[in-house]
């Protein structure tokens, strides 16, 4: 009785007055996870020579080192969104943090490849717990008019976190040593187990029952496809094993679909697929990914292979894109509580989509530094426009009782979109070109910047079919938990 007492004490207390809950402290603990997740997702690409001289391994170890963290981030996104409505979204946010952070201590105490594939695929565990409920609790917190605001924040926090990995990872490993990439964070993370647990106000979702069957079949038909996405271009698309991969995993979605729709508790209600604002902005997302993590895996190549800058100086190089994000991204937010995120969004696509296309007709071995940058900076001004107001979209086009999982979808697509860009870039690349000679390399690039500038581009299509912002937003229901209508526009 005395927990309800309190519980109803927590509801009524208004986003801000500085107790659980409260949007300042939401965003400070949930902004720091998300870095230290968002970041580790390419930190390690930079130090994979000094991991190969440290640990040993093959040239395949190499590339699960990163892989192994991919995998179960994209594949357990959907299990963590649905555990977070289950059992408390703050609870599970606080367990996805400790095992996170349990894990980066266990990748930085790593003795051999093996060791490190295994600790790094337990840090994307804990990220796909955390990653999906971090919107949800920031939406718990945030009044929805002034969602855009706090979601660009977020939005600039985890997209300059995904830019500046290959940065942090080459200028640690140069100055100090690989582990304390890992290292790093271990204080984080203890700091913020208590400061989620005391700061953060609890919610759940949906009826409180877990889907099981769905579940299992998402999650498997999730890790057949990404496996042979991030497989396909070693082995061959046309190998057995990348075809079984995708033909299984295939499978396992289409029974996934068909579970939910026959099942009374589906942990991804089909029917959120009907409304148009949800789709399109999912599938830019999953659009945008592509041509972003490809074209940045191959430019930040180009500007070592090709230009001979060390990884550090490489990093720094890339900052006048992946620094636009903490510049531009709240400003997006903000302009997106006022006019909407469909047109901010479809600006920035086309904008990225420009930048990308300045540098495929720029590109060649003896290309100036200072001639590249005006097209960074589109680049990144327009990645920091999707960022910010994606989020706010997604929450708006659901039920409160369902953001968990819209959530999940929309991260667990930006992961798939991901690799995929990663896995398709560099086949065209390998096809047109290789890493003989500087002229080789920019003959296999141009081609490749120019895949990623179409991937842009639709995406700045299918924003276009996101329904115009409405006249009045759906009025936030009395209680966390309640139903309220679907909303037909971001």
Known sequence: ???????????????????????GWTLLIVGAATFMAALDNLVVTTALPVLRDDLGGKLSDLEWIVNGYTLPFACLLLLGAALGDRFGRRRVFGIGVALFTAASAGAALAGSTGELIAARALQGAGAAILMPLSLTLISAAVPRERRGAAFGIWGAVNGLAVAAGPLVGGAITEHLTWQWIFWLNVPIGLALIPLAHH???????????????????????????????????EHGWTSGPVLAGFVLGGLLLIAFVRWELRTATPMLPMRLFRSRAFSAVNGASLLMFAGMFGSIFLLTQFLQLVQGYSPTEAGLRMLPWTGMTLLVAPLAGALTDRIGGRTVVATGMTLMAVGLGWLAVLAEPGVSYASQIPAFVLSGTGMAMFFAPTGAMVMSSVRPQEEGIASGVNNALREVGGALGVAVLASVFASRGGYETHQVFTDGLVPALWVGTVLLLAAAVLMLLVPRRSAKPPATPAEPDAPAPVAAAA
């Open 1 to 23: 009785m005395a927990h309800d007492v309190a519980r109803d004490e927590e509801r009524k207390r208004p986003p801000g007055a500085g107790g659980r809950g409260s949007v």
């Open 199 to 233: 700061r953060l106000a609890e919610s759940r979702g949906g009826d409180g029952r877990l889907d099981l069957v769905g579940t299992a079949l998402v999650s498997g038909g999730l890790f057949g496809v990404v496996l042979s996405l991030v497989r396909g271009h």
